[in-house]
């Protein structure tokens, strides 16, 4: 499949630039670079307000199997050319991506057409934002292990979750969370689960508590259920496993293309801190000339992939490609970020106050500091490292599994 841009794109890339440049003043300029990398604390306001001026534009669900929901549709190359011009000028950080990349392509390849009426619009005019809640305490990566639990209550046929998940990004600013759930009692492993979507306002039922990171900023949290109501199940009831496999392998394969382009710009601003020290450590020199040829490669191995995926009539890739791209990236970002602050020297490590006796010790929390201290969760978020070389190794080299 051919990835270059034509003509089309280029017009394209025109009317993004032109778009961007009227629509991105004021507030939403003031909140350029916020929501980054151990920043999404930062500039929620604004950016929530952005998200819905990207709706009015249609800028949302560029790449959704379907349209009519207000979003205009994209090729994958059109996609590209949106992103590289938003990374560019280094508009805000999107609240809206979990609905928009995650659950959207969930709901178009599962869900019912009532689902879809009634979720798509709101993500696609950026008025409802999503959290996600998979990972539970003592389960770690092993998402079979999960024991929350929803009880159909019979007076209104509807699901009643209680439980807790942890790691849940965004979920202090989101009004949905798509949760997934032990449905049948009794039922092991990745049987019995179903996938259940759960309104975050709900006073009683739902506690969102911040977990504080190294970073000294609040971006997972924990979320604590006690009683609250489901109001849809996506993919029918315990048919869940195979809904929360097939959105990982979105959230592990596609959406990396995209996120490669904010890679890029944050590479470019090591390379110019780089600059500005000098540049004269050879060794340094190199490893960023190798992160660089990484870079591309990964490029290149996630538009082969998408071409395979488009050739055979859309959707996530499959076999091992999306952990295989979760293994790539993650090590690549963590490795960016150990080369932000090296670049830095000792002024990497430099407080944000002069230290004195008896004072805490706190960091500046400058852009490198931020992306060194938050890139070390990318190895272990959306599951971690030794999680995907297990799925390679028993999914696609047919090795034997794992005793347990």
Same mark, same amino acid.
């Given at each position: ?260 382009? @904010?890679?890029? =710009?944050?590479?470019? *601003?090591?390379? /110019? %801190?780089? $600059? ?5 450590? &050879?060794? #340094? ?51 960016? @970020?150990?080369? =932000?602050?090296?670049? *830095?020297?000792? /002024? %990497?490590? $430099? ?5 004195? &006796?008896? #004072? ?45």
């Amino acid at each position: 499949m051919d990835f270059g841009f034509g003509a089309e794109d280029e017009e394209l890339r025109g009317h993004a630039r032109a778009w961007l440049a009227e629509h991105l003043v004021g507030p939403y300029a003031q909140a350029r670079g916020l929501g980054g990398p151990g920043s999404e604390h930062e500039g929620v306001a604004a950016r929530r307000a952005w998200e819905r001026e990207l709706g009015r534009g249609g800028w949302i669900g560029q790449g959704w199997e379907a349209e009519g929901y207000g979003n205009r549709r994209l090729s994958l190359t059109g996609q590209v050319v949106w992103a590289e011009e938003y990374a560019a000028l280094r508009a805000p950080g999107r609240v809206g991506h979990i609905g928009e990349n995650l659950l959207a392509p969930t709901l178009i390849a599962y869900g019912s057409r009532e689902q879809r009426d009634r979720f798509l619009p709101g993500i696609a005019r950026g008025e409802e934002l999503w959290c996600q809640g998979y990972s539970e305490p003592g389960a770690g990566s092993d998402l079979a292990g999960i024991r929350t639990a929803g009880v159909r209550d019979a007076a209104d046929g509807l699901f009643r979750v209680t439980g807790q998940k942890i790691w849940t990004s965004l979920a202090q600013d989101a009004d949905w969370c798509f949760v997934l759930a032990r449905t049948e009692p009794g039922s092991r492993r990745h049987r019995g689960l179903s996938f259940l979507l759960v309104r975050m306002d709900q006073p009683g039922r739902i506690d969102v508590r911040p977990i504080r990171q190294m970073s000294g900023t609040s971006e997972f949290n924990e979320v604590f259920f006690d009683g609250a109501v489901a109001a849809e199940v996506v993919g029918g009831e315990g048919d869940g496993w195979s809904v929360a496999m097939g959105l990982l392998a979105l959230e592990r394969g596609v959406s990396t293309l995209v996120q490669q382009v @904010g890679f890029a =710009a944050e590479l470019e *601003r090591v390379l /110019a %801190a780089y $600059a500005a020290c000098g540049a004269g450590d &050879p060794v #340094l020199r190199e490893r960023l000339v190798r992160q660089w040829a990484e870079l591309r490669t990964m490029r290149w191995n996630a538009l082969r992939t998408l071409g395979a995926a488009s050739a055979a009539g859309g959707g996530a890739a499959g076999g091992g490609a999306p952990s295989v791209a979760k293994l790539l990236w993650g090590g690549w970002h963590r490795r960016l @970020g150990e080369l =932000a602050v090296e670049v *830095r020297g000792a /002024a %990497a490590a $430099a407080g944000a106050e002069p230290w004195a &006796p008896g #004072l805490p010790y706190e960091l500046g929390l400058d852009e490198a500091q931020r992306l060194f201290l938050f890139t070390r969760a990318d190895t272990i978020y959306g599951g971690s490292d030794e999680i995907q070389r297990n799925l390679i190794a028993e999914r696609v080299l047919g090795l034997p599994k794992e005793s347990r």
